[in-house]
């Protein structure tokens, strides 16, 4: 077998690998929408499934979530202005943290790193009940302010900033100083503009993250007009209730934002990851 050959083998086990994966990811997505034009007796009574059965499939499903009596488009509304405020500030710190990191020399640079480092390998169950007694202490229940805030200085991000920014030349902030730039001049006009591709894979993630967020606004959010549409979402189900129909056709609209996100920046995200991921 010649080298022409065994390239061709190897990339069509490629191709055939991925594209297993890929339809493997999009199966859930699919029963999703497919299960969001059936009565929702039908998920109770026989669960997720592929069965396709046009008699009883229509769009009262929409019908009900566009011109029913709900709450959904609050708790939607909710979660958009979160997510949005909260990759904002989370890019916004992250970004100062990590370009002070990588550009500055100070005492006790590395002692903090290694903290950074640290809070990497400690998962939120760890930390939530100082966390839930420090919000509490500062009145901040039942306000979209404790969602926010405790995760603005995020570590992943900053580690991921530090790591990206390590790849600009020093020679660059010095001839901003040179020039008479400010040091906030220096990184709004000439390294923000740089970090074009390290904020699009952030704003996904952290857009993810924010979206999906459950265990912590369960935790600090009471009412529920100030309800996620996750912790919406989540109390629609009940087995004493006909909120099934709502239930699935919600999660199928749940998917549109992240999906608009990552194209609104995947032009530069694989570019931010790559990147993110080399410099040392």
């Known amino acids: 077998m010649n080298k022409s050959t065994t390239h061709r083998t190897v990339t069509l086990v490629f191709y055939l690998f991925f594209t297993l994966l890929a339809a493997g990811i999009f ?91 640290l809070i990497l390998s400690i998962p939120l169950e760890v930390v939530m009940l100082p966390l839930y007694k420090q919000i509490s202490s500062w009145k901040l229940m039942d306000n979209y302010a404790a969602i926010i805030l405790p995760f603005l200085a995020h570590a992943s991000t900053i580690f991921f900033f530090r790591q990206y920014l390590l790849s600009i030349p020093a020679s660059l902030i010095e001839a901003g100083r040179i020039d008479g730039a400010t040091e906030y001049g220096i990184f709004y006009r000439l390294i923000i503009p740089l970090m074009k591709p390290a904020f699009s894979a952030m704003a996904i993630l952290n857009g993810m993250n924010a979206w999906n967020n459950y265990l912590w606004p369960l935790l600090v959010i009471r009412s529920s007009q100030k309800y996620t549409l996750t912790l919406g979402l989540n109390t629609l189900i009940n087995p004493y209730g006909d909120n099934y129909s709502l239930l699935i056709v919600g999660s199928v609209f749940s998917v549109i934002p992240i999906f608009l996100l990552f194209v609104a920046f995947q032009k530069y995200f694989i570019q931010g990851m790559m990147a993110g991921a080399v410099k040392g």
Not at 27 to 44: Q, R
């Open 27 to 117: 199966l859930p997505v699919w029963v999703l929408f497919i299960a969001s034009f059936k009565p929702g007796e039908d998920l109770l009574q026989y669960g997720l499934n592929l069965d396709i059965h046009l008699s009883g499939m229509n769009l009262n499903n929409y019908t009900l979530l566009f011109f029913g009596q709900h709450e959904y488009w609050r708790w939607f509304f909710n979660s958009i202005i979160l997510t949005v405020f909260t990759v904002f500030g989370t890019l916004l710190i992250s970004s100062f943290v990590g370009y002070g990191f990588a550009a500055y020399d100070f005492k006790g640079k590395k002692f903090l790193f290694i903290l950074v480092l």
